[in-house]
């Protein structure tokens, strides 16, 4: 963007010239670079907003227009809920095993690429195929693979978990393979949130984040509730089978067998029939790797944003050891793993329809003015 460049320069000389003729002190010379700073950062995010896709013909037919897309991102965010809700019941088959909270506590680790993506994400934004297309020449790969992992899994996960009186499960080797999953995983998100973002119009962009938060939600939900339980013999016979069986109407193997054939399916149709707007390549902004990572921290250091960031990080720290203990409390002493998965059921409803209802306001071009 070369007219950031130049006024970036320009005030990098208007500076460099007061210090050299007024005698500035060092205090107010480091305020005044980083007034500019802050200033090239808000510059450097007009430019961008003003190289957004604009309004064109899909928006004028409202969310009706673009109803297809819509049910895409739906179910692509549907798929990246399934990864999440499997890792998400994997503590509670591990109770239920009688491992130690140490091994829970190491266990945690496969959930943080989801919160450290933003450090991998303007390499997905700035490497890509232009033939293939800018977002899926990450999604396609990433939902192959993780098809493909799950494929394997399947083959495997059982003997990874299996214990008895002289073994217990592997937590390292069950980790290692459950970090990897989630990593996959959240490289699709960053992939899906980008092509979520020119897929649909500047009027009903904000449809975007209504179809992550229920896709998930609805993924999360298969992947854990309902895995939890159609997985137990106790629930099956009670609620489903005329007659006991030992196990549950599925395994996990099964379950993974189930999904990893669904992500090689969907994948391919998506990379077969649905193409990038046309005129996605002149929308978007293309900068290269350090560019990308450069415009990340002139973002970082807004103000806003990092009051933003501290909410974020500090926002969950009074819930922390309720929300990761309670439900393993509960399995040590005797509730069963799938009832506790059924208690998050009522609230499944709400999470679905907030985001659906809370969207009328939030779609638009100034959605944070609600």
């Known amino acids: 963007m070369p007219s950031t460049v130049e006024r970036r320069e320009g005030s990098r000389q208007r500076i460099q010239n007061q210090l050299e003729t007024d005698g500035m002190q060092v205090d107010e010379a480091w305020h005044n670079v980083t007034n500019v700073e802050v200033e090239e950062s808000r510059e450097l995010l007009k430019d961008y907003d003003n190289r957004l896709p604009q309004s064109d013909h899909r928006g004028h037919g409202g969310i009706k227009g673009e109803l297809n897309n819509i049910l895409l991102l739906l179910f692509l965010y549907v798929l990246q809920g ?14 239920s095993k009688n491992v ?9 680790f496969v959930f943080w690429p989801f919160s450290l993506k933003l450090l991998w994400a303007p390499l997905v934004d700035a490497v890509y195929l232009p033939s293939f297309g800018r977002r899926k020449s990450w999604l396609v790969p990433t939902q192959y693979l993780l098809g493909l992992f799950m494929l394997y899994l399947s083959l495997q996960v059982e003997s990874l978990l299996k214990s008895d009186e002289h073994t217990s ?11 990897l999953f989630e990593f996959l995983a959240a490289t699709q998100d960053i992939a899906v949130d980008g092509w979520a973002l020119t897929m649909l119009s500047r009027e009903n962009v904000g449809y975007a984040s209504t179809c992550n938060s229920v896709g998930q939600t609805a993924g999360y939900f298969l ?23 030992p196990t549950g109407i599925v395994t996990l193997s099964d379950f993974l067998f189930f999904w990893g054939i669904i992500f090689l399916v969907v994948t391919t149709l998506v990379a077969v029939f649905k193409k990038e707007r046309a005129g996605e390549a002149q929308d978007e902004v293309h900068q ?34 309720a929300d990761a203990v309670t439900g393993l409390k509960l399995v040590e002493l005797g509730v069963p793993k799938e009832q506790l998965a059924l208690l998050a059921v009522p609230m499944v409803p709400l999470q679905i329809m907030l985001p659906f209802v809370i969207s009328r306001y939030t779609a638009g071009p100034r959605p944070l003015d609600v």
Not at 169 to 179: N, S
Not at 226 to 245: G, T
């Open 169 to 179: 499960p592997d937590i390292v080797t069950i980790t290692a393979v459950f970090f």
């Open 288 to 321: 290269g790797i350090q560019e990308t990572y450069k415009s990340l921290l002139c973002i970082i250091k807004l103000p806003a944003v990092l009051t933003f960031c501290i909410m974020l990080l500090t926002s969950k720290i009074g819930f922390s050891a």
């Open 223 to 245: 992947g854990n509730v309902l895995f939890l339980a159609l997985e137990s013999a106790n629930f099956c016979n009670k609620y489903l089978r005329s007659q006991p069986q």
């Open 82 to 95: 399934i990864p999440l809700g499997l890792a998400g019941s994997i503590p509670l088959i591990l109770q």
């Open 100 to 108: 130690s909270y140490a091994d829970q506590a190491f266990f945690s």
